[in-house]
Each structure stands twice: as C-alpha cells, then as structure tokens.
C-alpha cells in the first residue's frame, strides 16, 4: 500500500489504501478517501467529502462539503463545491458545478453506454461510466447528466436542467 501524505491533512480526515496527498494540498475534517487517490498541490478537499476508487485531482482543485467524486479524473483549476456527486467521468479545466450538480453513471437497462465520437455512436464497452466536460463547462444549480454526455468547451446549464444530449 502505497500513502504518501506531504500535504496537510486534518486528524479528523480518514485516507484508506492507496492515498498520494501531495504539499500543498489540504484535506479537511470529515473526508473520507478510499484509494487510489491522487491530490496534487494546491487542491481542497472538504469538509465532509467522499473521494474514492482511481480518481486524480489536479493542481488547484476544489472537492467541497458533502461531495462525493468516484473513479474520475478533474483537471487542474475545476470546482465540485457542494452537494454534488461525480463518478467515472472526466472534468476539464476551469469547469465549475453548481451546487447539487449530479452525475447518472449507470444504466439500469444492463447495456453498455454510448458516446459520439465524431458524429458515430460508440459504446464505451462500460455499463458505468459519466461524462466528459470539456474546459471552462459551466453548471448551474442542481443540474442532472445522463450517462455518457459530453459537453463542449465552455458550454454551459441552466439551474434544474436535465441533460441528456451532448453540446
């Protein structure tokens, strides 16, 4: 088991298995980690959030109160604030989910999820998966994605939207 623990991280902040917190980082009260974890410098996370299972997160990061983010990759500057949950998804640069932002990973219907690439309908081959936003995707408050949705760089939601398709 591999921990290497340079950052600050609170007495109150439980790391399981393979947790990297780099210096510079901070992890606060209540946050729960299950490896394997990466936090690179500068990245928050907390209070109270739950990391877990092959995420990264990049430099200046911020995974805030009641979040939980599982298998993902969130690029360098983005913000996951409050009460929001992201899993098996990729987040771009400098993208921002609004409070209550929720990603669907799964369906229900045992199938495989699809994503367009290049205007083709392509199974990712996973039963599991989120979404991929690219740079600067905006979300406003209580946003809801389908599984397998792709937003473009610096596209944005509205409050309460339900997103199904890629833009």
């Known amino acids: 088991m591999e921990r290497d623990i340079a950052g600050d991280v609170h007495e109150d902040a439980d790391l399981r298995g393979n947790v990297v917190v780099q210096e510079g980082a901070t992890v606060e009260p209540g946050v729960v980690m299950e490896g394997p974890v990466l936090v690179k410098s500068g990245a928050t996370v907390g209070p109270n959030a739950y990391v877990r299972g092959a995420t990264l997160l990049e430099e200046g990061v911020h995974v805030g109160n009641g979040v939980e983010v599982k298998n993902s990759v969130v690029m360098r500057d983005s913000a996951v604030p409050?009460?929001?949950?992201?899993?098996?998804?990729?987040?771009?640069?400098?993208?921002?989910?609004?409070?209550?932002?929720?990603?669907?990973?799964?369906?229900?219907?045992?199938?495989?999820?699809?994503?367009?690439?290049?205007?083709?309908?392509?199974?990712?081959?996973?039963?599991?998966?989120?979404?991929?936003?690219?740079?600067?995707?905006?979300?406003?408050?209580?946003?809801?994605?389908?599984?397998?949705?792709?937003?473009?760089?610096?596209?944005?939601?509205?409050?309460?939207?339900?997103?199904?398709?890629?833009?």
Do not use: W
Request: hydrophobic share 30%; with cysteine; charged share 25%.
């Open 82 to 167: 409050h009460l929001s949950y992201v899993g098996d998804s990729v987040l771009g640069r400098d993208v921002n989910l609004g409070a209550g932002t929720n990603v669907s990973n799964l369906r229900h219907d045992d199938e495989d999820i699809a994503i367009d690439v290049k205007g083709e309908s392509t199974s990712t081959g996973r039963r599991k998966f989120g979404v991929v936003l690219g740079h600067g995707v905006k979300t406003g408050i209580n946003t809801s994605f389908n599984p397998g949705v792709v937003l473009s760089c610096d596209a944005f939601t509205y409050p309460g939207e339900v997103v199904t398709d890629d833009r």
